[in-house]
């Protein structure tokens, strides 16, 4: 009985001074997602501890849920070393970055008069179109600066956004920071966001007026799957932390796969895994997807150290990071992130 009854569940006592650590580490003897919650903040400590290359996938709306601060953490003080995110969080952080706020409404406002007005609505948060408009102009008039005769990987196109921004950013964001602190970003679905909205405006826009075409902006989005694949092949380790799922996912999930194939390197899966996301694995999507049914893909190492927390991210996110802030602050403080090789 003793290998199975070993760990007594430790109920919950409420504390009027209680950090965020402490309380972490309270619900770390409790049950259910308050101890996945525990344990997602011990397994990424234990990266920071480790000699591993951290890679971040981020999908939903968090750049207008107000999760932004919380990635520009995460990056400047190195809890992760490899960014991979959705086109449109990275569109949202460079509409905070030039000024433009969100704003917080309702989910049940009438959404035909927010149309009227044009204002777009994401859940219970709002953004009007003139400001959007404003971000897209950034975006396009920026596009125009770039070379025409050199395909772009989606880390050189955004450490140049990040660069172009520090100079008219208020507050750092997650493109002015990744640019600053030298963290890859890759955007493997670019082109599904109001970024790519802009970016086409611009190839549109520079059309020849006898209706003849121009050389366009070109992205070489194949070479962002050869270089993060080399990341992994010539890591020490790797873990992975996916925000949600979609395309950032599977995109870092792949790499496992691209190091055997491209480099002859079988990694044999990523050492840590973390996943915060609401979805479910039923319905045989990647975003719910296990990370038991990724290691029949060897995609996760059999003796990986791993946890999925079925917790809505904005509650879940803060208060795993602002543990780690407080209980691994010496770690991060003496943390040396890994040599990251893209060739």
Request: proline share 6%; aromatic share 8%; net charge negative.
């Amino acid at each position: 009985m003793d290998d199975i009854l070993h760990s007594h569940v430790r109920p919950f006592s409420v504390g009027s001074h209680m950090t965020a650590a402490e309380l972490l580490d309270a619900m770390g003897g409790t049950a259910f997602q308050a101890r996945n919650v525990a344990q997602a903040g011990r397994i990424w400590s234990r990266m920071l501890e480790d000699d591993t290359v951290i890679m971040l996938g981020l999908a939903g709306a968090l750049v207008p849920a107000g999760m932004r601060p919380v990635i520009v953490y995460l990056i400047e003080n190195r809890l992760i070393d490899v960014l991979v995110s959705t086109g449109a969080n990275l569109f949202h952080d460079l509409y905070e970055t030039i000024g433009k706020p969100h704003y917080q409404g309702s989910p049940n406002a009438d959404d035909l008069e927010l149309g009227r007005r044009q204002i777009n609505r994401f859940y219970d948060v709002l953004a009007p179109e003139t400001d959007f408009r404003e971000a897209e102009v950034f975006i396009t008039e920026f596009s125009h600066t770039l070379k025409r005769d050199h395909p772009y990987t989606t880390r050189e196109y955004f450490r140049l956004v990040g660069e172009a921004l520090i100079p008219v950013a208020p507050d750092e964001g997650i493109l002015t920071s990744a640019a600053r602190n030298g963290v890859p970003i890759y955007c493997p679905a670019l082109g599904d966001s109001a970024h790519g909205l802009a970016i086409a405006a611009g190839r549109t826009s520079q059309r020849p007026p006898d209706g003849s075409t121009s050389q366009p902006l070109l992205f070489d989005v194949i070479a962002d799957v050869v270089e993060t694949a080399h990341i992994v092949a010539t890591a020490p380790s790797t873990g992975v932390i996916y925000i949600g799922g979609g395309t950032p996912k599977n995109f870092i999930q792949q790499t496992q796969i691209g190091a055997l194939h491209f480099f002859q390197r079988d990694i044999g899966g990523h050492k840590y895994a973390i996943q915060i996301t609401m979805d479910q694995p039923q319905w045989g999507g990647l975003s719910g997807c296990t990370f038991e049914e990724a290691q029949s893909w060897r995609k996760i190492a059999a003796d990986a150290k791993m946890v999925t927390v079925n917790v809505e991210t904005t509650v879940a996110l803060p208060l795993i990071v602002s543990a780690l802030a407080e209980g691994s602050a010496e770690t991060i403080k003496k943390r040396r992130p890994p040599a990251i090789s893209f060739e």
